[in-house]
């Protein structure tokens, strides 16, 4: 399966012409901080959780967590921080 964004280093672009359904609950191996590069009407969900805006403010999403983006407009720059 693809994967809804570019990736350079440590951040992810996800790109407004990607279809809405490929942004889908998914779970990481490992616990990471996500941070939003610029103001944006993007949302993050933890599971059991209600969305949540992105606009730079830091979050964090323990492994194993089940958790999506939900499509905004425009293009949206993550800075993904991996917790060891």
Excluded: C
Excluded at 22 to 36: A, G, P
Excluded at 46 to 51: E, G, I, Q, R, S
Excluded at 69 to 78: A, E, M, N, S, W
């Amino acid at each position: 399966m693809a994967r809804p964004y570019i990736e350079q280093e440590d951040i992810r672009t996800f790109l407004a012409a990607s279809p809405s359904a490929e942004f889908v609950w998914h779970r990481d191996r490992e616990d990471r901080w996500i941070k939003s590069l610029d103001n944006t009407d993007w949302k993050f969900q933890l599971d059991n959780k209600t969305p949540t805006t992105l606009n730079k403010e830091k979050l964090f999403i323990p492994k194993e967590t089940y958790h999506r983006l939900i499509k905004g407009t425009g293009d949206l720059k993550l800075k993904v921080i991996k917790v060891n």
